[in-house]
């Protein structure tokens, strides 16, 4: 039978400090790739964590603040600049690392999401569909998705009339017509193929 809500079963799995990691922002054509590495308190952590792709914003934001309430975190950020210049996997690789090693605690192991784990100096496993499954990864995914439309409503400031505050940079049709309409701008991913057929005007 499927388990419908994530638990700390791969947590306990290992001796010592765990933290779960997990990343927004692969599919965007514009904005940073955001990961997040945290680390929950087992007797004293939010109830309700899930995978933030099964959350509405409201309750993702709650989560976020009572996750940074009890728990330690670390972020990492990949720009679109370093994204174009490795790819959008290394790049994220590259935040996940970084979210890790600014943990203030640093972890024996960390619980990654998906099939591809850094190079780091401590031990890792990947897990299909992480933030279902680990309430580690699944806090990561809240962290690293609230932190992420943060600074994408944060990019509608500074380049207004691409409406990032709607759709956070992903491929929508709104952010298509916006793009053939006004051309790219400095944070979009230049070697995704939409924005290389829109360049900067």
């Keep these: 039978m499927k388990k419908k809500f994530p638990d700390f079963l791969f947590e306990t799995a290992y001796k010592g400090i765990v933290c779960g990691v997990d990343e927004a922002g692969r599919g965007p054509l514009a904005g940073p790739v955001v ?7 087992p007797s004293d952590y939010p109830l309700g964590l899930n995978d933030s ?41 590259s935040a996940m690392k970084r979210a890790i ?3 203030t605690t640093l972890p024996d192991v960390a ?3 998906g ?25 990561a995914s809240i962290i690293a998705k ?21 759709h956070k940079g992903y491929p929508t049709k709104l952010h298509l017509q916006k793009l053939s309409l006004l051309g790219s701008s400095p944070i979009h991913r230049k070697s995704f193929k ?8």
């Design 115 to 139: 099939n591809k784990a850094p190079i780091l100096p401590l031990k890792t496993e990947c897990i299909i569909k992480g933030d279902s499954l680990s309430l580690s990864i699944a806090a």
């Design 35 to 41: 990961a997040a590495a945290v680390i929950l308190n």
């Design 111 to 113: 619980l990654i999401d």
């Design 146 to 166: 609230v932190t992420r439309d943060k600074l994408m409503l944060e990019a509608e400031n500074r380049f207004p009339g691409y409406e990032f505050e709607a």
């Design 53 to 93: 792709k099964v959350l509405n914003s409201n309750k993702r934001e709650s989560l976020f603040l009572d996750i940074a309430r009890t728990s330690i975190f670390g972020i990492g950020i990949a720009e679109p600049e370093e994204i174009d210049r490795l790819n959008i996997l290394h790049a994220s690789l």
């Design 101 to 103: 090693l600014n943990l």
């Design 194 to 201: 939409p924005v290389r057929l829109n360049p900067l005007r």
